[in-house]
């Protein structure tokens, strides 16, 4: 059977194209994004209170629905916000699979629904909304500018977010600054006075005349007529002539209001160069291809940009977040051409022309397999698949220079061609696939790493294990056809080929030479060996490796956080982020910024927005990295030097944003307690331990003072004396103020409000309001002071709980070169316990990126040695012995001492994608020592003594280990170096495998065959 396929070149040929080209069509047709579409089983619940201060919010709102969440299992943390008018509710579930993460959603959906009749009535219906990697960051960000902040800008951006909605691929338009329309009804509240109405009856009035009803349908002399009661319209003059009756009389609206069409309050402003704005963000749908769409949203921007003097507006695309899937692909491409060319260069040096080429035509095969399988099981291409891809570049033709070697070997011995393909299959085949299985039982357990990490990093073994098993069908088929076909053979050798098997039979010679003196000094070799491995460990104990777990490239984006006073109007915080943003402008050079954005009533951070007047930000948007262009580390530490020095915010920091997992900052400390001054208290001397490290920078924290409050209480006595309902003067209250929506209506396509509220003024006092003269009928009258309690007192801008209990999050910006996040963390923890005791009632929780770390460095150590164990099953299984296995597996240690060798000289962080790449480099290290293994044990079963078989085998080995060594390390060298492009994510790992083999080899060559003698020996003496 063998020999028949290996004979049909014709179905081989046609195969290998095959697979070429659908593997080419499904690179081309993958869907690109920054990271693998997955769940984070991250559940939103947001409900609108309208009006409501923080208090009332969280006493109202989010205290309820948290009772409810309290009752769905296997949650892993709640956190919620309650901040005027919205509470926001995150729960974060344990680890599940799909089947029982949607039960406990449903859970948790009947259970909010449960508690909607105990919300206030004026409040909204809870949002419930599910976050993924495809919906919780925007693919790109479009601003609709204009020279006025009117009805022209409002409606051009309704009708932008629309269309952008209707893109293929768009999963939502979230909208910032974009005001919902309303018909409004500013009453004068001392001629409804004058005319004995109060301002409840003028809205009951608006309420009750102006809607529309459907009374139905009526059969007269066999025809149906549909019946319909029109009230509305969207002409504010109409609603300007409802009658409204008093005591004088029927009198029309306009005579106690002024009716006109407006906007609803600004919650948010934006602006971009000046000019004020509308920010829509666009998020898009699991699968779909991130360029592709940002390329149609810039097409579009294109468009609508000719029609710009006719529509009053213009677009800009401020912010193109697929660059890091554009460079990581071009990395990718670049370093696996170089690679490719540095491996043919290898392949050449040891093997010929020919057989160089055929072996290399063997990593475009196998990539192009992989690419056509991963598209067949529904993945995309993302930074994680491609981590993986670069893992397996090195590993793609290690069983190809195997089998490929040892035809080699024959066909120069004058053995006949066919002859030399089969006789090489049958004693490279076993040591082959066990050397395949034994890296795939290395990754395979990753499979199972827990939490948001896990999830991305899940696809990687996926891919690793895919691409070799291709390679397999490669090596033992593709290319001895290959080789066949080209009837390689060495009876006229070149001049070139001549000195190639010199130069080989001398590597050999010399090869054995040292061998045999280190055979001579076993002792002083294997302590040698220990040396370096303890050397490598005090190395990584003593803090000489740099540790960044999360190092990832960085996005050319960030954003200044602007904190202003509290109380301070929105407006005035729009105008110091601009003040801001022109320090900025002032110290960019030309081409380095795509766009500068400012807002004021929303500030993002690495976890959830905050919102309120006194917070503001600055966008800054880098154009991609070129000639002449800082670093994003550059440009931060520039806009630090300016950002202070303009007046009037409390607190002024930067957000740095990186690519990979949500994380957040490395210094995240919730201070928890029930007590809102005890907790302040203490948040001031977190704050100030962290100021004390040099490490820490940017110290914030989430707990912000709201605006001053007017807290009113009814006068029980009062209000029965006057008869009137409570009801009613809880109405009259926000009819004054912020006013009422008291119906609503479909006007071209959008829901407008009609709101009834005081005609807006400029009062002395806060208390002014409570002058306000309610009739009581036979021409009395009380003024609203007489019937309620005032007292004035701060606000809280935000309310927040984590699990449960009130909670202020402390947050710094760690500089890594200084201090490693674990590090760190720990010497808070030390720090806070020296003064502890002053703050009996407060604890503090410092899960977050430390508790992922945590996690993370838990599991991996586990799974690293369950696949130890695989890797022992496997090779025992393979040599039928408890102790070769184990003398294979010697040569991870050693790679790992390669691994700090090489991250000590590099300056590379020990991240956790380096442990990545050290894992794989467990499994392709042993490779060596199988194939060196199996030789010797085929001479002791020919008859040979342990002396001879070891040294033997290792003298015939010793070239097809070099040449999968340093053909795997050329696969990485480009990648390692940054000859194609440098990369924080990648750089690391390549260099990890590149250092690691290198350094294994060398030692296996050596080290091996001395374990080899020395165990064997004992064992067959034992035996005899």
Same mark, same amino acid.
């Given at each position: 059977?063998?020999?028949?396929?290996?004979?049909?070149?014709? %179905?081989?040929?046609?195969? *290998?194209?095959?697979? %070429?080209?659908?593997?080419?069509?499904?690179?081309?047709?993958?869907?690109?994004?920054?990271?693998?579409?997955?769940?984070?089983?991250?559940?939103?619940?947001?409900?609108?209170?309208?009006?409501?201060?923080?208090? /009332?919010?969280?006493?109202?709102?989010?205290?309820?629905?948290?009772?409810?969440?309290?009752?769905?299992?296997d949650v892993r943390f709640v956190s919620s916000s309650s901040r005027e008018s919205v509470s926001s509710i995150l729960v974060r579930f344990q680890d599940l699979s799909e089947r029982e993460f949607d039960k406990r959603v449903n859970d948790l959906r009947r259970e909010i629904q449960s508690k909607e009749d105990e919300l206030p009535d004026e409040a909204e219906e809870p949002y419930i909304f599910e976050?993924?990697?495809?919906?919780?960051?925007?693919?790109?960000?479009?601003?609709?500018?204009?020279?006025?902040?009117?009805?022209?800008? +409002?409606?051009?951006?309704?009708?932008?977010?629309?269309?952008?909605?209707?893109?293929?691929?768009?999963?939502r338009v979230d909208a910032a600054a974009l005001r919902d329309p309303e018909l409004i009804v500013d009453f004068w509240p001392e001629r409804l006075y004058g005319l004995g109405l109060s301002p409840t009856d003028l809205a009951d009035t608006v309420a009750a005349y102006f809607q529309d009803t459907a009374a139905g349908s009526q059969r007269v002399r066999g025809q149906d007529w549909l019946i319909r009661l029109v009230g509305t319209d969207a002409d504010p003059s109409y609603l300007a002539g409802l009658p409204v009756v008093s005591a004088k009389g029927e009198i029309p609206l306009r005579q106690v209001a002024d009716v006109h069409r407006g906007r609803e309050e600004p919650?948010?402003?934006?602006?971009?160069?000046?000019?004020?704005?509308?920010?829509?963000?666009?998020?898009?749908?699991?699968?779909?291809?991130?360029?592709?769409?940002?390329?149609?949203?810039?097409?579009?921007?294109?468009?609508?940009?000719?029609?710009?003097?006719?529509?009053?507006?213009?677009?800009?695309?401020?912010?193109?977040?697929?660059?890091?899937?554009?460079?990581?692909?071009?990395?990718?491409?670049?370093?696996?051409?170089?690679?490719?060319?540095?491996?043919?260069?290898?392949?050449?040096?040891?093997?010929?022309?020919?057989?160089?080429?055929?072996?290399?035509?063997?990593?475009?095969?196998?990539?192009?397999?992989? *690419?056509?399988?991963?598209?067949?099981?529904?993945?995309?291409?993302?930074?994680?698949?491609?981590?993986?891809?670069?893992?397996?570049?090195?590993?793609?033709?290690?069983?190809?220079?195997?089998?490929?070697?040892?035809?080699?070997?024959?066909?120069?011995?004058?053995?006949?061609?066919?002859?030399?393909?089969?006789?090489?299959?049958?004693?490279?085949?076993?040591?082959?696939?066990?050397?395949?299985?034994?890296?795939?039982?290395?990754?395979?357990?990753?499979?199972?790493?827990?939490?948001?990490?896990?999830? *991305?990093?899940?696809?990687?073994?996926?891919?690793?294990?895919?691409?070799?098993?291709?390679?397999?069908?490669?090596?033992?088929?593709?290319?001895?056809?290959?080789?066949?076909?080209?009837?390689?053979?060495?009876?006229?050798?070149?001049?070139?080929?001549?000195?190639?098997?010199?130069?080989?039979?001398?590597?050999?010679?010399?090869?054995?030479?040292?061998?045999?003196?280190?055979?001579?000094?076993?002792?002083?070799?294997?302590?040698?060996?220990?040396?370096?491995?303890?050397?490598?460990?005090?190395?990584?104990?003593?803090?000489?490796?740099? *540790?960044?777990?999360?190092?990832? /490239?960085?996005?050319?984006?960030?954003?200044?956080?602007?904190?202003?006073?509290?109380?301070?109007?929105?407006?005035?915080?729009?105008?110091?982020?601009?003040?801001?943003?022109?320090?900025?402008?002032?110290?960019?050079?030309?081409?380095?910024?795509?766009?500068?954005?400012?807002?004021?009533?929303?500030?993002?951070?690495?976890?959830?927005?905050?919102?309120? /007047?006194?917070?503001?930000?600055?966008?800054?948007?880098?154009?991609?990295?070129?000639?002449?262009?800082?670093?994003?580390?550059?440009?931060?530490?520039?806009?630090?030097?300016?950002?202070?020095?303009?007046?009037?915010?409390?607190?002024?920091?930067?957000?740095?944003?990186?690519?990979?997992?949500?994380?957040?900052?490395?210094?995240?400390?919730?201070? +928890?307690? /029930?007590?809102?001054?005890?907790?302040?208290?203490?948040?001031?001397?977190?704050?100030?331990?962290?100021?004390?490290?040099?490490?820490?920078?940017?110290?914030?924290?989430?707990?912000?003072?709201?605006?001053?409050?007017?807290?009113? +209480?009814?006068?029980?006595?009062?209000?029965?004396?006057?008869?009137?309902?409570?009801?009613?003067?809880? +109405?009259?209250?926000?009819?004054?103020?912020?006013?009422?929506?008291?119906?609503?209506?479909?006007?071209?396509?959008?829901?407008?409000?009609?709101?009834?509220?005081?005609?807006?003024?400029?009062?002395?006092?806060?208390? @002014?309001? #409570?002058?306000?003269?309610?009739?009581?009928?036979?021409?009395?009258?009380?003024?609203?002071?007489? #019937?309620?309690?005032?007292?004035?007192?701060?606000?809280?801008?935000?309310?927040?709980?984590?699990?449960?209990?009130?909670?202020?999050?402390?947050?710094?910006?760690?500089?890594?070169?200084?201090?490693?996040?674990?590090?760190?963390?720990?010497?808070?923890?030390?720090?806070?316990?020296?003064?502890?005791?002053?703050?009996?009632?407060?604890?503090?929780?410092?899960?977050?990126?430390?508790?992922?770390?945590?996690?993370?460095?838990?599991?991996?150590?586990?799974?690293?040695?369950?696949?130890?164990?695989?890797?022992? %099953?496997?090779?025992?299984? @393979?040599?039928?012995?408890?102790?070769?296995?184990?003398?294979?597996?010697?040569?991870?240690?050693?790679?790992?001492?390669?691994?700090?060798?090489?991250?000590?000289?590099?300056?590379?962080?020990?991240?956790?994608?380096?442990?990545?790449?050290?894992?794989?480099?467990?499994?392709?290290?042993?490779?060596?020592?199988?194939?060196?293994?199996?030789?010797?044990?085929?001479?002791?079963?020919?008859?040979?003594?342990?002396?001879?078989?070891?040294?033997?085998?290792?003298?015939?080995?010793?070239?097809?280990?070099?040449?999968?060594?340093?053909?795997?390390?050329?696969?990485?060298?480009?990648?390692?170096?940054?000859?194609?492009?440098?990369?924080? #994510?990648?750089?690391?790992?390549?260099?990890?495998?590149?250092?690691?083999?290198?350094?294994?080899?060398?030692?296996?060559?050596?080290?091996?065959?001395?374990?080899?003698?020395?165990?064997?020996?004992?064992?067959?003496?034992?035996?005899?």
């Amino acid at each position: 059977m063998l020999r028949v396929l290996l004979r049909n070149h014709v %179905l081989a040929n046609l195969l *290998f194209i095959l697979v %070429l080209v659908m593997g080419l069509l499904s690179y081309r047709l993958l869907p690109r994004e920054q990271d693998p579409t997955i769940n984070f089983n991250w559940i939103q619940i947001t409900t609108i209170l309208p009006g409501a201060s923080a208090k /009332d919010v969280e006493k109202r709102v989010t205290d309820p629905l948290e009772e409810a969440v309290r009752k769905i299992g296997d949650v892993r943390f709640v956190s919620s916000s309650s901040r005027e008018s919205v509470s926001s509710i995150l729960v974060r579930f344990q680890d599940l699979s799909e089947r029982e993460f949607d039960k406990r959603v449903n859970d948790l959906r009947r259970e909010i629904q449960s508690k909607e009749d105990e919300l206030p009535d004026e409040a909204e219906e809870p949002y419930i909304f599910e976050i993924t990697t495809a919906n919780a960051y925007p693919s790109a960000t479009v601003l609709v500018t204009a020279a006025e902040n009117d009805e022209v800008l +409002r409606s051009q951006a309704r009708n932008v977010e629309k269309d952008l909605e209707r893109l293929s691929g768009v999963d939502r338009v979230d909208a910032a600054a974009l005001r919902d329309p309303e018909l409004i009804v500013d009453f004068w509240p001392e001629r409804l006075y004058g005319l004995g109405l109060s301002p409840t009856d003028l809205a009951d009035t608006v309420a009750a005349y102006f809607q529309d009803t459907a009374a139905g349908s009526q059969r007269v002399r066999g025809q149906d007529w549909l019946i319909r009661l029109v009230g509305t319209d969207a002409d504010p003059s109409y609603l300007a002539g409802l009658p409204v009756v008093s005591a004088k009389g029927e009198i029309p609206l306009r005579q106690v209001a002024d009716v006109h069409r407006g906007r609803e309050e600004p919650g948010i402003l934006v602006s971009h160069q000046g000019r004020p704005a509308v920010m829509l963000a666009v998020m898009k749908q699991a699968r779909t291809n991130t360029l592709e769409l940002v390329e149609e949203v810039q097409r579009y921007v294109e468009r609508r940009n000719r029609l710009s003097e006719r529509t009053g507006v213009r677009l800009v695309l401020a912010d193109d977040q697929t660059e890091i899937t554009r460079r990581a692909l071009t990395i990718m491409e670049t370093n696996s051409a170089i690679g490719l060319g540095l491996v043919l260069l290898v392949a050449w040096l040891f093997l010929g022309s020919r057989i160089a080429l055929l072996t290399s035509v063997g990593i475009p095969f196998i990539l192009a397999g992989t *690419f056509w399988i991963l598209d067949g099981l529904g993945q995309t291409l993302n930074v994680s698949v491609l981590l993986g891809v670069v893992i397996s570049l090195g590993m793609l033709v290690d069983d190809a220079v195997v089998v490929v070697e040892g035809i080699y070997y024959r066909l120069h011995a004058r053995m006949e061609p066919m002859l030399a393909v089969t006789a090489t299959l049958r004693e490279v085949a076993a040591p082959v696939t066990t050397a395949v299985l034994t890296t795939i039982a290395a990754f395979l357990p990753l499979m199972l790493l827990p939490g948001i990490l896990g999830k *991305f990093m899940l696809v990687i073994p996926l891919v690793v294990t895919v691409a070799l098993c291709v390679s397999l069908l490669e090596a033992f088929w593709m290319l001895p056809v290959h080789v066949l076909a080209a009837r390689i053979n060495f009876e006229r050798p070149g001049r070139v080929q001549r000195f190639r098997s010199r130069a080989t039979h001398w590597l050999r010679t010399h090869y054995t030479r040292l061998l045999i003196k280190v055979l001579r000094w076993p002792r002083t070799g294997l302590a040698l060996v220990i040396l370096l491995f303890l050397a490598a460990g005090y190395a990584v104990a003593a803090g000489k490796i740099r *540790f960044d777990f999360f190092a990832s /490239d960085p996005v050319r984006l960030y954003y200044v956080n602007v904190e202003m006073p509290a109380g301070t109007p929105l407006e005035k915080t729009l105008e110091t982020v601009q003040d801001l943003e022109a320090q900025v402008n002032a110290i960019v050079r030309p081409g380095e910024v795509r766009n500068l954005v400012s807002y004021a009533g929303q500030m993002l951070t690495e976890t959830e927005p905050l919102f309120g /007047d006194n917070y503001g930000q600055l966008l800054v948007s880098l154009n991609p990295m070129g000639a002449g262009l800082r670093h994003v580390d550059e440009m931060i530490a520039a806009t630090r030097e300016v950002m202070n020095s303009v007046p009037g915010p409390t607190e002024v920091s930067i957000l740095r944003i990186a690519g990979g997992p949500p994380a957040g900052r490395d210094i995240s400390v919730k201070v +928890r307690g /029930d007590d809102y001054a005890e907790i302040g208290e203490a948040v001031i001397g977190l704050k100030g331990i962290l100021a004390e490290m040099d490490a820490i920078s940017d110290i914030a924290d989430d707990g912000s003072a709201g605006s001053m409050e007017l807290v009113l +209480r009814f006068d029980q006595e009062a209000v029965q004396r006057s008869g009137l309902n409570p009801l009613q003067l809880a +109405r009259t209250l926000r009819l004054l103020v912020d006013g009422e929506v008291v119906t609503r209506f479909q006007h071209e396509g959008e829901e407008v409000e009609v709101r009834v509220r005081a005609r807006p003024g400029k009062p002395a006092d806060v208390e @002014q309001i #409570l002058t306000q003269q309610l009739p009581l009928g036979e021409g009395r009258s009380v003024a609203l002071r007489e #019937l309620m309690v005032a007292k004035r007192e701060p606000g809280l801008g935000n309310i927040r709980h984590y699990n449960f209990r009130r909670t202020v999050t402390v947050e710094g910006t760690l500089d890594k070169s200084k201090q490693d996040a674990v590090a760190a963390n720990a010497e808070i923890k030390r720090r806070w316990g020296e003064v502890a005791e002053r703050y009996p009632n407060i604890d503090l929780d410092f899960t977050g990126v430390l508790d992922d770390i945590q996690e993370s460095l838990d599991a991996i150590g586990v799974l690293f040695l369950m696949g130890v164990g695989l890797m022992y %099953l496997i090779l025992g299984t @393979q040599f039928q012995s408890y102790w070769q296995p184990l003398m294979i597996l010697v040569t991870v240690p050693m790679a790992f001492t390669g691994v700090v060798l090489g991250l000590l000289i590099t300056g590379n962080p020990l991240s956790l994608f380096t442990l990545y790449g050290v894992v794989a480099l467990a499994g392709i290290a042993v490779n060596a020592a199988i194939v060196l293994i199996s030789a010797a044990n085929d001479r002791l079963e020919r008859g040979m003594s342990v002396l001879h078989a070891t040294v033997y085998s290792a003298r015939r080995r010793v070239v097809p280990i070099l040449i999968t060594s340093l053909t795997t390390v050329a696969g990485l060298f480009s990648l390692a170096t940054g000859l194609g492009g440098e990369s924080l #994510l990648w750089g690391p790992v390549a260099t990890a495998i590149v250092w690691g083999l290198a350094f294994s080899t060398v030692l296996t060559l050596l080290a091996i065959p001395l374990l080899y003698r020395n165990v064997m020996t004992r064992r067959v003496t034992t035996s005899g």
